[in-house]
């Protein structure tokens, strides 16, 4: 096994989707709340959160294994990790090489491929934070806001990406090469059935989630984005309410995590998320195993019902069809 973050790795850089229909995709990710940004490559879409957290959208194309999605027609087609320096790149390309492609490509960035078959790609981390007014909150006897009030959202303006779930067949299985080769700590699970992990020993509790699909096969499942606080959850699924998008789970509060959060069906395979409030942890953090704990995916929701995904709730445009 390797040692904790030998690969000095800071998060998800990059995430990029292929899809069927890419004027229908960019437009769900203009209407999220991210920023167009011009691509040197013209069949290459990039929109970025305030840090720099960036998704590439490109029209799917099946005769090109780096065009082609995971499991759906549209889809993640490759995943971009960041690490701290260029030697971090190397050592990386050392280690993957040894029974991969480990390839560079022009702008320095490495390609490779996991286990189960998804691309991966590592480059020197471009996420920077953007200083802003933090959210204060009053409570008993702890008055952190005075003479101000508190803030209201009428879109998102996402911060930062937080974390990718991928639907397995056996998640149990797919984390060993993220665990053995890159180094990834389990934060939380469901015994093998879904397992949260962080690709560094401090910081964001999951960078990504493999979970049992119900559908066999390897597929995206969600996109999770920061928000800045439960009213920015709120304030941004509204309007994307608004634009009649389609809730898929909540507003609501995971269990694990302690995230709020405001999940949407998505034009690339799978759901994105607005989350708030996840938790932080240190090497101190003890992992638990939720498995002997059924239906563990919310403290509460508004909205969903039935894990299965049959919404009933105040939502307006969310429940007049069903999935
Ligand atoms: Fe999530």
Known sequence: MVAKNRFRLTGVECVRFAVENLDEACRFASDWGLTYVVSSDPEVKIFRAVDGSEVQILTADP???????????????????????????????????????????????????????INLGFRVAQRRPVPYDVTRYNAPGHAERINRRAPAYKAAKPREISHVAIGVDDAGQ??????????????????????????????NHHHVFFMNGKQPGTRFNHLAFKVRDIHEVIGGGQHLDSLGWKTFAGPGRHTISSACFWYFQSPFGGAWEYAADEDIVTPEWEPQDFAAIAHIFSEWTFGLEKSDGTLKGPISASKEKTL
Request: aromatic fraction near 8%; hydrophobic fraction near 35%.
């Open 174 to 203: 797919a984390v060993q090469f993220y665990i053995q080769r890159l180094g990834f700590i389990v934060s939380d699970r469901y015994a093998n059935r879904g397992i949260f992990m962080r690709c560094s020993p401090t910081g």
């Open 63 to 117: 005769t090109r294994s780096d065009r082609t999605p995971i499991g759906n027609p549209s889809g993640l087609c490759e995943l971009v990790w960041g690490v701290e320096d260029r030697d971090a790149l190397q050592a990386l390309a050392d280690e993957l090489g040894k029974d991969r492609r480990a390839e560079f490509d022009a702008e320095g960035v490495l390609h490779s491929v996991d286990d189960l078959g």
